[in-house]
Structures are given as C-alpha cells and as structure tokens.
C-alpha cells in the first residue's frame, strides 16, 4: 500500500535528515511533479494550458527512492535508498 510506504519513507528520512523533512498526514497521491521551480511563471501557465488536457498512464518498476534538494539551482541527489529492502 502507497500509504504505508509513504509513511515508512518519511520515517526513515527523518531520522536521518532531521529537520530536512517536513512529515503530514495529507493523503498520498502519485504524481510527477514536472518544473515547477524551473519554468518562469508566465512559462508555468502556457505549459499547463498544453498539459493540463492531456492524460499519461504507463507502467514502470522502480528500483530506488531519491530524496532531491534544489541546490544552486539544480536538482541534486542528497539520499538514495534502494527499493524492497527493509528499513
């Protein structure tokens, strides 16, 4: 269950980031988040005008979870946990 491995995962990167990690109990929902932070404002809106209609649906296998921090602008990789290993 989503849930579960949500809370598992905040869990775990608490201990381990502190204050780094901001824990809810906001309903996990499944999403890619796609530039938010990377497009200029009026660039967000033309986007979301071309996206916003559009339905993706496909299947993958993940084998790793990625925590990311925009540093100097950039994504950047500060922890990474192999997925199907007990925490």
Not at 66 to 80: A, F, V
């Amino acid at each position: 269950d989503l849930t579960i491995l949500k809370r598992q995962t905040e869990h775990h990167f608490a201990e381990q980031l502190g204050e780094v990690i901001n824990t809810d109990d906001r309903p996990f929902k499944p999403h890619i988040t796609i530039a938010t932070r990377d497009l200029k404002p009026s660039d967000f809106d033309k986007a979301w005008q071309h996206f916003s209609g559009k339905n993706y649906e496909d299947h993958f296998t993940a084998t790793a979870l990625s925590l990311l921090k925009l540093q100097d602008g950039k994504w950047r990789i500060i922890r990474e946990r192999a997925l199907g290993l007990y925490w």
